[in-house]
T-cell receptor, first 111, second 116 residues
Framework: QKEVEQNSGPLSVPEGAIASLNCTYS??????FFWYRQYSGKSPELIMS????GDKEDGRFTAQLNKASQYVSLLIRDSQPSDSATYLC???????????FGSGTKLNVKP | GAVVSQHPSWVICKSGTSVKIECRSL??????MFWYRQFPKQSLMLMAT?????????EQGVEKDKFLINHASLTLSTLTVTSAHPEDSSFYIC????????????FGPGTRLTVL
């Protein structure tokens, strides 16, 4: 079983819509959760981190964490074509000094 | 967020030569640095984890004698690809993190290696 699972997509949404990206993780001891955006040919860029259950909002982005269900999501409101990228979910288990990444979900925002 | 630089951003070399890639944390002290490799249209693959002043921990299947990692200071880690071959051509990305409440890691811009 993979540590972090994501649907590879592609997820296609029209411009202005809400894009919903989902991620599940296997180990309950995971403590920190992150969403990275990676444009083609570039390195990942941190866009959100979340550490406790509930929602965390930053501009057009909202991260949601449900530790009981071992589920993390990222909502992108008012999606723009510039949001088209691969979104990577990552979890951190400090006792192993490691981050585990999902394989990423490709998002296409159509004008 | 914190800034991590990598040098060079791209390199082309002949088969059999060695290539060194530098990773620097510019505005924070990275107690831990990670090295990843990414092939086209594939996900990040963690190669090794290095802590300042100690030997790197390599992931299964990664040859430590081929991919030499040195983390001599809290702001600098280097990856040397020794005796490079065409199959080593890839996008190499480092990241830095520090032991703090948030444990965020920040990525360098990556180095694209092409071995002829």
């Amino acid at each position: 079983q993979k540590e972090v699972e994501q649907n590879s997509g592609p997820l296609s949404v029209p411009e202005g819509a809400i894009a919903s990206l989902n991620c599940t993780y296997s180990d309950r001891v995971s403590q920190s959760f992150f969403w990275y955006r990676q444009y083609s040919g570039k390195s990942p860029e941190l866009i959100m981190s979340i550490y406790s259950n509930g929602d965390k909002e930053d501009g057009r982005f909202t991260a949601q964490l449900n530790k009981a269900s071992q589920y993390v999501s990222l909502l992108i409101r008012d999606s723009q074509p510039s949001d088209s990228a691969t979104y990577l979910c990552a979890v951190n288990k400090p006792q192993f000094n490691k981050f585990y990444f999902g394989s990423g979900t490709k998002l296409n925002v159509k004008p | 967020g914190a800034v991590v630089s990598q040098h060079p951003s791209w390199v082309i070399c002949k088969s059999g030569t060695s290539v060194k890639i530098e990773c620097r944390s510019l505005d924070f002290q990275a107690t831990t640095m990670f090295w990843y490799r990414q092939f086209p249209k594939q996900s990040l693959m963690l190669m090794a984890t290095s802590n300042e002043g100690s030997k790197a921990t390599y992931e299964q299947g990664v040859e430590k004698d081929k991919f030499l990692i040195n983390h001599a200071s809290l702001t600098l880690s280097t990856l040397t690809v020794t005796s490079a071959h065409p199959e080593d051509s890839s996008f190499y990305i480092c990241s830095g993190a520090w032991l703090a409440d948030n444990n965020e890691q920040f990525f360098g811009p990556g180095t694209r290696l092409t071995v002829l």
